[in-house]
């Protein structure tokens, strides 16, 4: 779906249940590219209830697809809980890492409230392993069955390379400098004798 504002509030009305989905348009500086997304229609035990969206931003809309999913929710609670069994442990934050256990029953994505950011990387039992976009806007990272160590490490985009352009920069000044005062004793030396060379025939047409 793609909208023409800057930001678009979308409403969903069923009965006495309202619930709100913002979109961010190109002009928005923290737009991210989000081609689907979900809007909660709420919930009702009634057959045949309607639905009302309401747009509270005037602007033009466009989509491929358009559906209406319609899930159980018997076992909602159930299926909650059972989610929380299989989730990060032991978590341990610092300013640019992450550190947590996990054990799942089978192959997962292990889904982190954390914004995406290649400054990211992860590790999985001590081995490098692919981060993603996951629900948006945050990270995931795909899991195999079993227990498993979690690292994540974050270096600012661009640190690294700054970093060593700042370093041969100084390098760079620092042999200059030496060169200059290399240069300026060289030319202080010939300078020095140019002077007693001048003294002594100074002295010789003197005598004469």
């Not at 590219?33 to 809309?61: H, K, M, N, W």
Request: hydrophobic share 35%; proline share 3%.
């Amino acid at each position: 779906m793609t909208v023409s504002a800057t930001d678009v509030w979308i409403g969903a009305e069923t009965g006495a249940t309202q619930n709100l989905a913002r979109l961010s348009g190109p002009d928005n500086n923290f737009a991210y590219e989000r081609p689907q997304i979900a809007l909660c229609l709420g919930s009702s035990d009634a057959v045949g209830d309607t639905c009302l969206l309401r747009f509270y931003t005037q602007t033009e809309c466009s989509w491929d697809d358009f559906r209406v999913v319609s899930l159980p929710m018997s076992d909602f609670r159930g299926n909650i809980e059972d989610r929380q069994k299989e989730s990060l442990t032991d978590i341990v934050m610092e300013n640019d890492s992450i550190k947590g256990s996990i054990t799942v029953s089978g192959d997962r994505i292990l889904q982190l409230s954390v914004p995406y950011s290649s400054g990211w990387t992860a590790r999985i039992d001590g081995q490098p392993a692919p981060l993603f976009a996951c629900g948006g806007m945050y990270m995931g990272l795909e899991l195999r069955e079993g227990a498993h160590a979690i690292e994540l490490s974050y270096v600012t985009p661009g640190l690294r390379a700054g970093a060593v352009l700042s370093a041969l920069g100084l390098i760079l000044t620092a042999a200059f400098g030496v060169l200059r005062r290399r240069r300026g004793k060289a030319g202080k030396g010939v300078a020095e004798r140019g002077t007693e060379a001048h003294q002594e025939k100074t002295a010789e047409n003197r005598k004469e």
